[in-house]
């Protein structure tokens, strides 16, 4: 069964620094997708970045990369100048890509604060 | 705005009684999908629909159920609650397409999610 871990329930960054957000994940299908999505105090879900199994490169998408080292099935984010308004739950997440769209299994999530 | 909608945003009621949480997927997306977020078992997959059939079940209790109607729009209904029944319950919907095997990337698009509390 597909499982994430996010060792870090909560972690502090100094303004203009870059943070890493560590996950590790277990899945014995070859194919899957990972995702990282953000959580702010006002609760929505908000998409981040996203880093296929087959993927060569790196997934990046602004401000956010996605370390993947599937040898070790993690798949970090790191935030590059951090902002006050990165404040917030990260959450890592798993979906095996077997028959179309499976569900999100998710991590216990990182609460991310940002000192200025 | 993800373009996914729920109803109500907030709902309190007591136990014992029985609530309806309404989302409406994004325009052209099949699937939806039911989670629900509480302080002690994270964001937990409830259930799947694609195209008004249920695809796939998660931790869904017995009490919970759920549909999506010809319109697409999903409603999941929790009943005889109990406390530990407060939480957010996020739905999220993506574009899927029957029988697709391989397409790695099918984003989901979360709702604002419907904090219920049950007291």
């Known amino acids: 069964a597909q499982k994430i871990t996010q060792t870090q329930p909560g972690m502090f960054v100094q303004e203009k620094e870059a943070v890493t957000l560590d996950c590790t994940y277990d899945t014995s299908d070859p194919s899957y997708g990972l995702f990282w999505y953000k959580q702010p105090s006002s609760g929505e879900m908000i998409f981040l970045i996203y880093?296929?199994?087959?993927?060569?490169q790196n997934a990046t998408e602004g401000r956010y990369s996605l370390n993947f080292q599937k040898a070790r099935k993690s798949a970090n984010l790191v935030i590059s100048a951090s902002q006050l308004g990165d404040s917030a739950m990260y959450f890592c997440a798993m979906r095996e890509v077997r028959s179309g769209n499976t569900p999100l299994v998710f991590g216990k999530g990182t609460r991310l604060s940002v000192i200025a | 705005d993800s373009g996914v909608t729920q109803t109500p945003k907030h709902l309190i009621t007591a136990t014992g009684q029985r609530v309806t949480l309404r989302c409406s997927p994004r325009s052209g997306d099949l699937s939806v999908y039911w989670y629900q977020q509480s302080l002690d078992q994270g964001l937990q997959f409830l259930i799947q629909?694609?195209?008004?059939?249920?695809?796939a079940k998660g931790n869904i209790l017995e009490r919970f159920s759920a549909q999506q109607f010809p319109d697409l729009h999903s409603e999941l209904n929790l009943s005889s609650l109990e406390l530990g029944d407060s939480a957010l319950y996020f739905c999220?919907?993506?574009?899927?397409?029957?029988?697709?095997?391989?397409?790695?990337?099918?984003?989901?698009?979360f709702g604002p999610g419907t904090r219920l509390t049950v007291l």
């Open positions: 880093q296929g199994s087959y993927d060569q």
């Open positions: 629909y694609y195209n008004g059939e249920e695809r």
């Open positions: 999220a919907s993506s574009v899927a397409l029957a029988g697709t095997s391989g397409t790695s990337y099918n984003e989901q698009f």
